[in-house]
């Protein structure tokens, strides 16, 4: 079994810049609906198990994903956001405003193949960075495989702050 290097992200929510990366006018950012359960589990899940360099972690974190959506679509008010390019869904962030939250970003900005590289991670972290931010969190969390494009480039942004975690052990505790 390959040793897999975890990195936990920290942001200050009260540092968080009001101006948001921009988008071209055919992208629209919103909150999912409880009806796009099943689209939203779909476009998180495909991309993270097109995406090569979760393939040594890909089971365990897909398991994980799979248990806090299915906790998020429980609740009334899905924390959910997604980018749509007309009425597709190519981008989802699955979040929990739990304070006391192993990640707040529980999927992290999950990006199509075909839709990536066009800054849409980075807007849609913004945009989750805001929601949490608004939804009275002071900090927000994040845990990434330190390899991956989000644990590289998009979660160093906003003025994040890193160290390494034990996500298996925080697995394991769950």
Not at 60 to 70: D, I, P, R, T
Not at 117 to 146: D, F
Request: some cysteine.
């Amino acid at each position: 079994m390959k040793l897999v290097h975890w990195k936990r992200f920290t942001w200050d929510l009260s540092k968080l810049p009001e101006e948001e990366p921009g988008l071209p006018s055919y992208y629209t950012v919103r909150a999912a609906g409880k009806d796009e359960e099943k689209i939203v589990r779909q476009v998180i899940l495909t991309a993270f198990g097109l995406d090569a360099a979760w393939g040594d972690a890909v089971n365990s974190v897909s398991g994980f994903v799979e248990s806090q959506l299915a906790t998020s679509f429980l609740q009334r008010a899905v924390p959910c956001l997604v980018i749509t390019h007309g009425v597709r869904i190519i981008a989802a962030s699955a979040l929990t405003t739990n304070d006391d939250a192993t990640s707040h970003l529980i999927s992290g900005p999950c990006v199509l193949s075909e839709y990536r590289n066009r800054g849409l991670g980075t807007a849609l972290l913004h945009e989750s960075l805001q929601y949490l931010k608004t939804a009275g969190l002071s900090h927000a969390v994040a845990i990434s495989k330190g390899n991956v494009p989000a644990g590289k480039f998009v979660y160093k942004k906003f003025g994040s702050t890193s160290e390494d975690f034990d996500f298996d052990a925080a697995l394991a505790a769950m």
